[in-house]
């Protein structure tokens, strides 16, 4: 009987391990395609697309699907590109790494201490929802005492061994795909009104209603601020594949499908609600647009049997974010820009680098109960906007580092991005009109400006750690010969 990853020791895992490209410390090899392949499926299939879709389809309408077509476009996109350079150079910092030879170190600096700050924010709101849903269903419970068991669970996981991080993606992954594939089953079968009890609603409710724009070009481009946000994450994968033992095979294989599951899942989805069931109607705003078609369609227990996927794709939101926000940190460190006791490697795992992500995550959690409208609310703020400006350092990374490897190694251009530079250029392009879109929205106007500040802050740090390294080489250099 063959043994799974999870069943491989974390010395066995420190054995096989092999130098990390950052310059650090051997990392573990211990994630295998297979965990490769469904981190990058389930990365696509996040709590944004149940929890968050509401709100963009009561902005939007039906043109939703259109909304997530565009800003899914922008992310296969940013991910051709990311993938173009982490296949040519794995490392565990990903575009923080890329971002610093390409640009400068203060930009690895900042895209890396952003992305990290991120994470741990997200590690905070995920465990909230998730622990909402266990109160839903254990009402004599506290919020904290699910939050601090899941925290133990995944921080647990993820300082044992990679491969155990590598086991819970598979299989939380492999539920979500499965949830969102019987959806689409489902929802295609209403819509030709072959599933038992349903009639089909042809084009009614995409046309009816206020027509396929019921609140203008307002409405789309509030839906497409909805929408761009569901897609953070996709960019684990390519951290991951530095601790998988082929990196090239791994994030080249999951860029080149990236085109699809987007398609597939995101846009899919969007067209099966909003053809089956009118986009005003009450229950999406109630109970979620998933339930709501789910309960037209007459499944028994729509709304637990959702509530069940909500909770495993925050928790493997969870998972994959605590162990995100440590390997960037330990990049960093290695760099030589984080503190050094962040750097320690314990079979083949930054335990330290993991420790301190996930405290920082449960203390978010705890200014969410003590402050809710202050410093957490700073702190959502803070990072509202920073996924854009990581995108905005990765395509001009890669703008650059194109160039560079066309003249040296051209043989590592195992991924390459599509019509060079021109879609480059106009990945950058929707960026920039993404955050014109936020400078509109009020609501979205106060986090662009905290991120914005924050990452103003982060690049002056950054700069000034540059000129005080370079101030050090200059004054150790020995002096000239007379």
């Not at 009987?1 to 990392?27: H, I, W």
């Not at 994450?233 to 791994?250: D, F, H, Q, W, Y």
């Not at 043989?411 to 936020?438: C, N, Q, R, S």
Request: aromatic letters at 10%.
């Amino acid at each position: 009987m063959n043994r799974t990853p999870s069943s491989a020791s974390p010395a066995r895992e420190q054995a096989d391990a092999v130098p990390d490209s950052d310059g650090g410390a051997p990392l573990s090899n211990g994630l295998k395609q297979r965990h490769l392949s469904m981190i990058a499926l389930g990365g696509v299939i996040g709590a944004g697309l149940f929890v968050g879709s509401r709100e963009g389809i009561a902005a939007a309408g039906p043109s939703i699907v259109l909304a997530y077509a565009v800003s899914g476009g922008l992310v296969m996109l940013v991910m051709r590109m990311l993938g173009e350079m982490a296949a040519a150079n794995p490392a565990s910092g990903s575009f923080s790494v890329h971002a610093g030879r390409s640009i400068g170190s203060w930009a690895g600096f900042t895209a890396g201490w952003m992305f990290t700050a991120l994470l741990c924010v997200a590690v905070a709101a995920e465990a909230i929802g998730a622990a909402d849903v266990m109160t839903q269903w254990f009402p004599g419970t506290e919020p904290w005492m699910w939050v601090l068991l899941f925290m133990l669970v995944f921080c647990g996981a993820n300082l044992a061994a990679v491969s155990n991080f590598g086991e819970f993606e598979f299989w939380f992954a492999t539920l979500k795909v499965a949830a969102i594939g019987i959806f689409l089953i489902l929802g295609l079968l209403a819509i030709f009104g072959v599933l038992p009890g349903t009639e089909a609603p042809g084009a009614s409710h995409l046309t009816g209603d206020g027509g396929f724009l019921p609140k203008g070009a307002d409405g789309l481009m509030a839906g497409l601020l909805a929408s761009v946000f569901a897609y953070g994450g996709l960019e684990t994968v390519t951290i991951a594949a530095a601790e998988s033992k082929n990196p090239v095979r791994g994030v080249a294989g999951a860029v080149r499908t990236a085109m699809w599951r987007i398609a597939l899942f995101y846009v899919g989805s969007m067209a099966v609600i909003v053809t089956v069931i009118p986009w005003n109607d009450p229950s999406i705003a109630k109970s979620g647009p998933y339930v709501a078609v789910l309960d037209y369609l007459k499944i028994p227990a729509a709304g637990q049997i959702m509530n069940v996927v909500i909770l495993v794709a925050l928790l493997s939101a969870m998972n994959a974010n605590i162990y995100g926000s440590s390997r960037m940190a330990y990049s960093l460190t290695v760099r030589g820009q984080g503190p050094k006791f962040l750097g320690k490697v314990g079979g083949g795992v930054p335990r330290r680098a993991v420790v301190l992500c996930s405290a920082f995550g449960f203390l978010a959690v705890l200014f969410s109960f003590w402050w809710p409208t202050t410093v957490f609310q700073w702190l959502l703020n803070m990072v509202g906007a920073a996924v854009l400006v990581v995108w905005g350092f990765i395509a001009v990374a890669q703008l650059r580092m194109r160039r560079r490897l066309e003249q040296e190694a051209p043989e590592k251009l195992v991924v390459k991005m599509w019509a060079f530079p021109y879609l480059t250029w106009v990945a950058l392009a929707g960026v920039l009109v993404v955050l014109l879109l936020m400078l509109r929205d009020e609501n979205q106007r106060i986090q662009l400006l905290f991120t914005g500040g924050f990452a103003v802050v982060l690049a002056v740090i950054g700069l000034l750690r540059a000129r005080a390294g370079k101030t050090r080489e200059t004054s150790s250099e020995p002096p000239a010969a007379g």
